[in-house]
């Protein structure tokens, strides 16, 4: 995983969670591929899942009132105020490896996972 990201420190976070460098290209990149300069990568936690609660990772058109917002090279990263707590320290990173490729998300809030990797506690 890598451990950079695009913002300089992590009290310049108000989302609590980083995106890595190989994230915010790789958002960036499908954003402009798809010619859409107005979505926002937005990430929650939703009821769900064997474990209790899972991800949703996905790129959005709309901010609600009282999102949590962090800006980084090429994309804006969204959390909704409910989610937060459950993200905060969390970094969200992208792989392209032969034994793993997509986005990947490490919790420390999370004090469990299923076996499939698709829900947490």
Do not use: W
Not at 8 to 14: G, I, L, Q, S, Y
Not at 96 to 107: L, R, S, W, Y
């Amino acid at each position: 995983m890598s451990d950079t990201a695009t913002t300089d420190t992590a009290a310049e976070r108000t989302t609590g969670v980083m995106l890595t460098d190989a994230a915010a290209a790789k958002a960036a990149g499908l954003l402009r591929a798809e010619g859409r300069d107005d979505l926002a990568l937005r990430i929650e936690v939703q009821p769900g899942g064997c474990a209790g609660l899972r991800y949703r990772l996905a790129f959005d058109d709309e901010q609600l009132e009282g999102d949590l917002v962090d800006h980084y090279d090429g994309v804006d990263l969204v959390v909704d105020r409910m989610s937060a707590p459950y993200l905060g320290g969390a970094v969200i990173d992208y792989a392209d490896t032969i034994e793993q490729q997509g986005f990947t998300i490490d919790n420390p809030n999370a004090a469990s996972t299923c076996a499939c990797g698709d829900s947490f506690h």
